[in-house]
Protein backbone atom coordinates (compact mmCIF):
# COMPACT_ATOMS: atom_id res chain seq x y z
CA UNK A 1 0.00 0.00 0.00
CA UNK A 2 1.02 3.49 -0.80
CA UNK A 3 -0.40 6.07 0.75
CA UNK A 4 1.38 9.38 0.72
CA UNK A 5 -1.51 11.62 2.91
CA UNK A 6 0.04 13.22 6.39
CA UNK A 7 -2.41 13.78 9.48
CA UNK A 8 -1.83 17.34 8.74
CA UNK A 9 -2.95 16.94 5.37
CA UNK A 10 -6.35 15.22 6.94
CA UNK A 11 -6.35 18.12 9.36
CA UNK A 12 -6.33 20.33 6.54
CA UNK A 13 -9.08 18.66 4.83
CA UNK A 14 -11.27 18.32 8.33
CA UNK A 15 -10.76 21.71 9.22
CA UNK A 16 -9.14 20.92 12.86
CA UNK A 17 -7.52 18.61 14.96
CA UNK A 18 -9.38 16.18 17.06
CA UNK A 19 -9.18 12.76 18.23
CA UNK A 20 -11.83 11.86 15.75
CA UNK A 21 -9.77 12.29 12.96
CA UNK A 22 -6.65 10.54 14.26
CA UNK A 23 -9.27 7.71 14.98
CA UNK A 24 -10.26 7.41 11.92
CA UNK A 25 -7.01 8.04 10.11
CA UNK A 26 -5.26 5.14 11.88
CA UNK A 27 -8.25 3.02 11.08
CA UNK A 28 -8.24 3.75 7.39
CA UNK A 29 -4.09 3.25 7.23
CA UNK A 30 -4.79 0.01 9.15
CA UNK A 31 -7.33 -0.87 6.71
CA UNK A 32 -5.51 -0.17 3.00
CA UNK A 33 -2.36 -1.89 5.06
CA UNK A 34 -4.22 -5.14 5.54
CA UNK A 35 -6.30 -5.06 1.78
CA UNK A 36 -2.86 -3.89 0.32
CA UNK A 37 -4.63 -1.09 -1.54
CA UNK A 38 -3.93 2.65 -1.79
CA UNK A 39 -6.29 5.13 -2.18
CA UNK A 40 -9.12 4.66 -4.90
CA UNK A 41 -9.14 6.87 -8.05
CA UNK A 42 -12.92 5.82 -8.84
CA UNK A 43 -14.59 2.80 -7.09
CA UNK A 44 -12.15 0.22 -6.55
CA UNK A 45 -12.56 0.48 -2.52
CA UNK A 46 -16.00 0.76 -1.15
CA UNK A 47 -15.67 1.69 2.68
CA UNK A 48 -18.99 1.30 4.96
CA UNK A 49 -18.59 3.20 7.97
CA UNK A 50 -20.90 3.32 11.49
CA UNK A 51 -20.57 6.42 12.45
CA UNK A 52 -20.66 10.11 11.12
CA UNK A 53 -18.10 11.75 13.02
CA UNK A 54 -14.63 13.13 12.27
CA UNK A 55 -13.11 9.99 11.65
CA UNK A 56 -15.07 9.70 8.39
CA UNK A 57 -13.45 12.42 6.96
CA UNK A 58 -9.94 10.49 7.12
CA UNK A 59 -11.92 8.06 5.29
CA UNK A 60 -12.98 10.04 2.46
CA UNK A 61 -9.37 11.66 2.20
CA UNK A 62 -7.25 8.45 2.84
CA UNK A 63 -9.11 5.79 0.74
CA UNK A 64 -10.95 7.86 -1.64
CA UNK A 65 -14.58 6.58 -0.87
CA UNK A 66 -17.03 9.66 -1.17
CA UNK A 67 -20.93 9.58 -1.05
CA UNK A 68 -20.70 11.03 -4.46
CA UNK A 69 -18.77 8.02 -6.05
CA UNK A 70 -20.76 5.74 -4.47
CA UNK A 71 -18.02 3.93 -2.33
CA UNK A 72 -19.21 5.15 1.12
CA UNK A 73 -21.86 3.22 2.66
CA UNK A 74 -23.11 5.09 6.17
CA UNK A 75 -24.51 2.91 8.70
CA UNK A 76 -25.52 4.61 11.70
CA UNK A 77 -24.49 2.31 14.51
CA UNK A 78 -22.30 5.18 16.41
CA UNK A 79 -19.31 2.98 16.47
CA UNK A 80 -15.80 3.70 15.84
CA UNK A 81 -15.76 0.72 13.10
CA UNK A 82 -14.77 0.77 9.32
CA UNK A 83 -15.37 -1.71 6.90
CA UNK A 84 -13.13 -1.81 3.68
CA UNK A 85 -13.93 -3.80 0.63
CA UNK A 86 -11.37 -4.40 -2.65
CA UNK A 87 -13.47 -4.76 -5.56
CA UNK A 88 -9.79 -5.54 -7.06
CA UNK A 89 -9.05 -8.89 -5.06
CA UNK A 90 -12.74 -9.44 -3.29
CA UNK A 91 -11.18 -9.24 0.38
CA UNK A 92 -12.78 -7.05 3.00
CA UNK A 93 -11.41 -6.25 6.64
CA UNK A 94 -13.40 -4.68 9.56
CA UNK A 95 -11.66 -2.35 10.96
CA UNK A 96 -12.18 -1.44 14.72
CA UNK A 97 -11.12 0.83 17.70
CA UNK A 98 -9.92 -0.68 20.50
CA UNK A 99 -8.13 1.59 22.78
CA UNK A 100 -5.82 0.25 25.46
CA UNK A 101 -5.76 2.25 28.76
CA UNK A 102 -4.79 5.73 27.71
CA UNK A 103 -1.37 7.19 29.58
CA UNK A 104 -2.62 9.86 32.53
CA UNK A 105 -1.18 12.66 30.62
CA UNK A 106 -3.46 11.97 27.37
CA UNK A 107 -7.12 11.70 29.45
CA UNK A 108 -7.36 15.35 30.05
CA UNK A 109 -4.56 16.57 27.70
CA UNK A 110 -6.28 16.45 23.95
CA UNK A 111 -3.43 17.43 22.29
CA UNK A 112 -1.38 14.49 23.97
CA UNK A 113 -4.36 12.45 23.56
CA UNK A 114 -4.11 12.87 20.01
CA UNK A 115 -0.23 12.48 19.80
CA UNK A 116 -1.03 9.07 21.60
CA UNK A 117 -3.66 7.53 18.96
CA UNK A 118 -1.05 8.75 16.52
CA UNK A 119 1.96 6.83 18.13
CA UNK A 120 0.64 3.95 19.85
CA UNK A 121 1.20 0.68 18.49
CA UNK A 122 -1.27 -0.68 16.01
CA UNK A 123 -1.69 -3.66 17.34
CA UNK A 124 -3.09 -1.84 20.94
CA UNK A 125 -5.29 0.62 19.45
CA UNK A 126 -6.82 -1.16 15.93
CA UNK A 127 -8.13 -4.69 15.59
CA UNK A 128 -8.07 -5.73 12.18
CA UNK A 129 -10.11 -8.83 11.19
CA UNK A 130 -10.62 -10.35 7.66
CA UNK A 131 -14.65 -10.10 6.50
CA UNK A 132 -16.73 -11.94 3.65
CA UNK A 133 -19.20 -9.02 2.23
CA UNK A 134 -20.79 -9.54 -1.19
CA UNK A 135 -19.57 -6.83 -3.61
CA UNK A 136 -21.47 -3.49 -3.14
CA UNK A 137 -23.00 -2.65 -6.03
CA UNK A 138 -21.78 0.11 -7.83
CA UNK A 139 -22.98 3.53 -8.04
CA UNK A 140 -26.78 4.55 -9.71
CA UNK A 141 -27.04 7.17 -11.89
CA UNK A 142 -31.06 7.75 -12.86
CA UNK A 143 -32.86 10.11 -13.98
CA UNK A 144 -33.54 13.82 -12.03
CA UNK A 145 -37.59 14.83 -12.71
CA UNK A 146 -39.01 18.28 -11.55
CA UNK A 147 -41.16 17.41 -8.06
CA UNK A 148 -44.68 18.75 -9.38
CA UNK A 149 -44.95 20.24 -5.95
CA UNK A 150 -41.92 22.04 -5.17
CA UNK A 151 -40.36 21.83 -8.75
CA UNK A 152 -37.16 20.28 -7.37
CA UNK A 153 -34.95 17.99 -9.18
CA UNK A 154 -35.11 14.46 -7.74
CA UNK A 155 -33.87 10.93 -8.69
CA UNK A 156 -36.80 9.56 -9.97
CA UNK A 157 -36.02 6.30 -7.91
CA UNK A 158 -36.99 8.81 -5.32
CA UNK A 159 -40.15 10.19 -5.99
CA UNK A 160 -43.44 9.38 -4.89
CA UNK A 161 -46.95 8.67 -6.68
CA UNK A 162 -49.39 11.34 -5.07
CA UNK A 163 -52.84 11.64 -6.66
CA UNK A 164 -51.84 11.96 -10.27
CA UNK A 165 -48.55 13.45 -9.21
CA UNK A 166 -44.95 12.68 -9.13
CA UNK A 167 -43.62 14.39 -6.10
CA UNK A 168 -39.94 14.19 -4.00
CA UNK A 169 -40.12 12.51 -0.53
CA UNK A 170 -40.04 15.87 1.45
CA UNK A 171 -43.36 17.24 -0.04
CA UNK A 172 -44.93 13.67 0.57
CA UNK A 173 -43.85 13.82 4.03
CA UNK A 174 -45.33 17.30 4.26
CA UNK A 175 -48.96 15.88 2.73
CA UNK A 176 -49.21 12.76 3.91
CA UNK A 177 -47.35 13.23 7.70
CA UNK A 178 -48.82 9.84 8.57
CA UNK A 179 -47.39 7.69 5.90
CA UNK A 180 -44.34 5.34 6.26
CA UNK A 181 -41.51 6.26 3.24
Known sequence: MN????????????????????????????????????????EEIVAIVENDACGVDAVQLLAGCTFGKGNLIFRDYGKSVYTF???RTGAGVRVAWNEMPVPQDAVSD???????ILQAP???IV??????????PLARIHESLRCDQCG????ATRM??????????????????DASI
Open 3 to 42: NHVSFEQAVQFHGHRCPGLAIGYRLTLAGLNALSESKALD
Open 110 to 116: RMARIDW
Open 127 to 136: RVRPVHIDAP
Open 160 to 177: RAAEGQRICIPCWTMRYP
Open 152 to 155: ERTM
Open 85 to 87: YSR
Open 122 to 124: EDK
